[in-house]
Structure formats: structure tokens, C-alpha cells
């Protein structure tokens, strides 16, 4: 199990202005993380509670369609795009970056034993797009197109592209190389999926994107490169059970939630860096900042008052932040909580040879890279403490399919627990509608018209 130390948020360690006496904020707040937990695990299957992802490690239909489908289609394709933007995106980004051999697609076939190129189009730069379609031959890829709300304009508008492309190259035939996942019944997509003969798969019903990576979403694509989703869903299911424990005392989800909810609203430190000492890691930062951002940015509390509260998610990569912004973390405003992510065993050992006696590097030489890389963790997190700052560590045995599994399930509980103690609707992202339909109505959709109007005169003044 993924394990978490919060030594360094404690005033005994980092004083009385910036710490927290957690001891005391544990017993306090002991009853009402019961009553959090219970009440979500209450919840979870009740319609419109968006709660249907603490359910996804227990989907035995979802896993054995798409194992099917992946064994259905493996050997046939060299390449695999997947489309989609958010939450249909940075999950599936974060786990193959975390679990694929690195440079994954550079590697032969033989080094990849046979499984496709897997590649993630989650933005609209022209130059981009078509920068990747000078490296793919589309007749051997699979294209998979995600997205929930099956009309989300960088999404579709992408997917026409390659649509068109794809069709002129193979014809009818063109289908085969398509693979929609969205909504089961609404949406665009679903109309041209069943029209066109696409095989679908399905984002459940109560999963928001960003809590949407162990649905078909991130499952899929995952199969289709070979990774073990099985040990996934293990480790969801045993980070589920640890943290249906009601006890705060035994719930890392609950302890990480009530130490950035009280570091924001008790010390004023209202930034949160994500920042793992594991490059096959780095994107799981992405992936939590957009977690975080959307769940808990919130205007409203739930019962309508006014707020506008949610800390600011950051990311940053250890070592190499270390070089970029700890200067602004060990002196700059103490405003911030940073997570470590620690990983225990690298998949490999690389020794540095001891091949120079100058004092300044001469000590490095018989030492392993795994050795300095996680020596700069504790270092940066000591030197963090020496200045007061607050920092949690949460450790991984190893970077796998079961620890990763649990690292997001738990940052996923993590987070809803957190919006239960800003007493806000964690899973719902107006911000983001608001966005979106201004750009509807910017590039001329029908019904939108007015909302063009409005946005023009707005567009002259800011
Ligand atoms: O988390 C979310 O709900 C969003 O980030 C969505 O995933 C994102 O806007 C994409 O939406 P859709 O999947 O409908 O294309």
C-alpha cells in the first residue's frame, strides 16, 4: 500500500505560526470524516451524485469488453491515437507515461513486443496536428475518439480532421479504424457512432472526466498497449477498502484532505505542488492539477453563499524543479503545501562510475542515480522544513499498475472528501461550461447566437 507521511505539516516540527497541532485537529475533526466517509459511501450509488467512479475498480463487464476487444484487435495496428481533451485525456496521458517503458514510442516492435505506438492529441495547435500526421500512417492506426458530452469542439473538431483523412484512404472500410467512447444514449458522438458502425464504449453515467481514468476512458487504451489492467483494478479495489475505513487515523485520503483543507483555511496556504521525484511520474501532476482545479474551484458553497474558494494546484518534478522553483518555496511567500511523491524501488540500477577524484563530483563515483535522485527528496524536503514550510510524502513501493492504480484512486477520494469540508459541490465545473459555450458561440453554432452578441461587445472592452 501506498503509504503517507505528514510529519512535516505538524507545529512541533515547523512551529506554531505555519504548523497545524494535528493531533488535536485529528480529534476534532474525527467525527465529521466519519461522517464524510459514510455518507459518501452512502452515496455512491445513488443517481446524480457523480459518485459511479468509487464504483469503477468493481466493473467486471467494462474490464472483460475491453480485454475482449483489445485481444480482437491486437497485432492489427503499428499506432494508437487517442482523441480527447480533460478528463478524457490526462488520465490516460499519466498512466501510459507512467507505466509504458520510457521513450515507449521510439522503441522497435520487437521492444515493445509487438504492441502499437500509443499517442494522445489533447490540444488544437494546428502545427501539432499535423506534425503528427507526418509521422503516423493512419491506415494502421486506431483512433480513439473520447469524449462524454460527445460535442466538446477541440475533440470533434479533431476527430473530423482524421475522420475525413481516414475515409479517403480506406474507404468505407474506413470504420475498423475507429473506436468512440462516450455517453451510452446522448451526444453527438453516440449519433455518428451508431450511424457510422463505430465500436463504442461507454462513460458511465455519474463519472465526471476527471474522475473518469479506470472507466473505458482510460481502461481502453490502456489494454490496447499491453498494460496489465487487471493489477489495476486490484489496486483500486484494496485502496477502496483501506479507505472506507472511517477512522482519520487510518485513512491517508481523509489525513491529506484535512491537512490542505486546514493549511488553506487556518494558515493561508492556499497552493498545493504536486511534485513527484519519478519522471515516468510527471504527468500524474498534470493529471492532479486538474483534478484539484475543477473539483474544488468553486464559487458557491452547497448552501449558495458566496466563496470562491479552492486552493491552487501547481506542478512540479523533483529533481529537476529543484533547480527552477524551491528557491520561490524555501523563500518566497509561505503559502504553499507541497507533495512529494517518493518512489522506493526503481524498475532499474544505474551506477555512476567512479571515474574522477575532483572533491566536488569525486564523491558521487560507486553511488547509484537511484540513490541521489531520492537523497535530493529527503534533502529538499529537510531543507523545506529547516524554513518552515509545510510538505507531505506520500511513498510508492515501486511505479507498477498496482501502485499507480492506488495512487489516483486515493488522490481521486482525496479530493471529494476535501470538497465535503469546503462544503462544496466538488463534481460539477460551471467554469468550464462557461468556456465552452462562449466558444460555441464564437465560432457560430446555431443557438448560440445571442451568447455571440454578448461575447463580441465583451470582447471589445477586455
Ligand atoms: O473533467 C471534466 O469534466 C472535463 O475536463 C472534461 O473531461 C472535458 O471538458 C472534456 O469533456 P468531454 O469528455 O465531454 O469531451
Known amino acids: 500500500m501506498i503509504k503517507l507521511n505528514y510529519k512535516n505539516v505538524d507545529a512541533q516540527v515547523i512551529g506554531q505560526e505555519n504548523g497545524l497541532n494535528l493531533a488535536e485537529e485529528f480529534e476534532c475533526y474525527k467525527d465529521k470524516i466519519v461522517h464524510i466517509i459514510a455518507d459518501l459511501n452512502k452515496r455512491k450509488d445513488k443517481n446524480g451524485q457523480w459518485l459511479q467512479w468509487m464504483n469503477l475498480g468493481y466493473n467486471e463487464e467494462t474490464l472483460w469488453y475491453v480485454k475482449e476487444y483489445a485481444a480482437m484487435v491486437k497485432g492489427r495496428f503499428d499506432n494508437i491515437l487517442v482523441l480527447g481533451i480533460g478528463g478524457s485525456a490526462l488520465g490516460g496521458i ?239 511567500p509561505n503559502n504553499k503545501v507541497i507533495n512529494f511523491i517518493r518512489v522506493e524501488n526503481f524498475d532499474s540500477t544505474l551506477e555512476i562510475p567512479n571515474i574522477f577524484e575532483y572533491t566536488g563530483i569525486g564523491y558521487l563515483g560507486g553511488k547509484t542515480i537511484n540513490q541521489l535522485i531520492n537523497a535530493e527528496a529527503d534533502s529538499t524536503r529537510v531543507a523545506l522544513s529547516d524554513y518552515n514550510r509545510p510538505t507531505v510524502t506520500i511513498t510508492l513501493e515501486r511505479v507498477d499498475s498496482y501502485n499507480v492504480a492506488q495512487l489516483l484512486y486515493m488522490l481521486e477520494v482525496q479530493t471529494a472528501i476535501a470538497g465535503e469540508l469546503y462544503n462544496i459541490d466538488t463534481f460539477n465545473q460551471p467554469g468550464v461550461e462557461q468556456a465552452k459555450n462562449y466558444t460555441y458561440a464564437l465560432m457560430g453554432r446555431k443557438g448560440y447566437e445571442e451568447s455571440a452578441q454578448t461575447l463580441q461587445s465583451k470582447m471589445a472592452m477586455v
Open 94 to 332: 499519466a498512466v501510459t507515461e507512467a507505466l509504458l517503458k520510457p521513450y515507449w514510442n521510439l522503441l522497435s516492435d520487437e521492444q515493445r513486443d509487438g504492441m502499437p505506438r500509443i499517442f494522445f492529441l489533447d490540444n488544437i495547435d494546428p502545427d501539432t496536428i499535423n506534425g503528427l500526421f507526418e509521422v503516423l500512417d493512419l491506415k494502421k492506426t486506431l483512433v480513439n475518439v473520447i469524449t462524454k458530452s460527445g460535442s466538446t469542439a477541440e475533440t470533434m473538431s479533431q476527430f473530423m480532421i482524421v475522420k475525413d483523412k481516414l475515409e479517403k484512404e480506406l474507404g468505407e472500410n474506413y470504420r475498423y479504424n475507429v473506436v468512440a467512447t462516450t455517453d451510452k444514449k446522448t451526444g453527438i458522438l453516440r449519433q455518428i457512432a451508431e450511424q457510422e458502425g463505430y465500436k463504442t464504449f461507454v462513460v458511465p453515467d455519474d463519472v465526471g472526466g476527471r474522475f473518469s481514468v479506470f472507466s473505458a476512458v482510460g481502461l481502453l487504451p490502456f489494454a490496447l498497449v499491453g498494460l496489465d489492467i487487471d493489477e489495476m483494478v486490484n489496486g483500486i479495489k484494496d485502496m477502496d477498502l483501506a479507505l472506507k475505513n472511517t477512522d482519520i487515523h487510518n485513512n491517508i485520503a481523509a489525513q491529506n484532505a484535512l491537512i490542505h483543507y486546514l493549511m488553506d483555511t487556518k494558515k493561508g496556504k492556499n497552493l498545493s505542488v504536486m511534485m513527484p521525484y519519478s519522471s515516468r511520474l510527471k504527468y500524474v501532476s498534470d493529471w492532479y492539477v486538474q483534478l484539484w482545479a475543477e473539483s474544488l474551484g468553486k464559487n458557491k458553497d452547497k448552501d449558495g453563499n458566496d466563496v470562491n474558494i479552492g486552493p491552487t494546484p501547481i506542478k512540479a518534478l523533483g529533481a529537476t524543479d529543484q533547480h527552477s522553483q524551491i528557491q520561490l518555496y524555501n523563500e518566497g
